[in-house]
């Protein structure tokens, strides 16, 4: 695993599988869909044991933490980017733009007295399904 061995921390084999798990899982999982995928491998493992480790790989950098709905999301994916949110259903994609990324940070060199390294925006809207249950419905 790629840059496993940078953060200082102790390298268990729940937080092992649980990183596994989403470089693995392309979207952005809740605890309960992390717990679900690793307990496939670690059978014994706790749903507070996954909550713990998921908040621990986040504050220590090798995983970010996204909210939507009241909802916290998990993803490993650290090529810049941004979301695409649904209002209505909550679905989350990725959106790349290295123009928005680009224009962003030059915007961000000229905030004083603050070290920008990284961005991401929001977009929030209707998805296309919602969009056309709606039509349909």
């Known amino acids: 695993m790629d840059n496993i061995g940078e953060a200082d921390m102790k390298y268990t084999n729940q ?3 649980i990183i596994a798990f989403l470089r693995e ?8 869909e992390v717990y679900d995928g690793v307990r496939k491998k670690l059978t014994r493992i ?3 044991t996954v909550y713990k480790n998921l908040k621990f790989l986040s504050q220590k950098g090798l995983l970010e933490e996204v909210n939507v709905k009241g909802v916290t999301r998990f993803e490993a994916n650290f090529v810049p980017h941004h979301h695409l ?5 909550g679905k989350m994609d990725d959106f790349q733009s290295e123009e928005l990324f680009d224009y962003s940070m030059k915007i961000a060199e000229d905030i004083e007295g603050f070290s920008i390294d990284s961005m991401s925006t929001n977009f929030y809207g209707i998805c296309k399904q919602c969009k056309e249950d709606t039509i349909n419905g």
């Open 15 to 17: 937080r092992v599988e």
């Open 85 to 89: 949110i649904c209002r209505k259903c």
């Open 25 to 32: 899982h392309k979207g952005h999982p809740t605890v309960d």
């Open 46 to 48: 706790s749903k507070a």
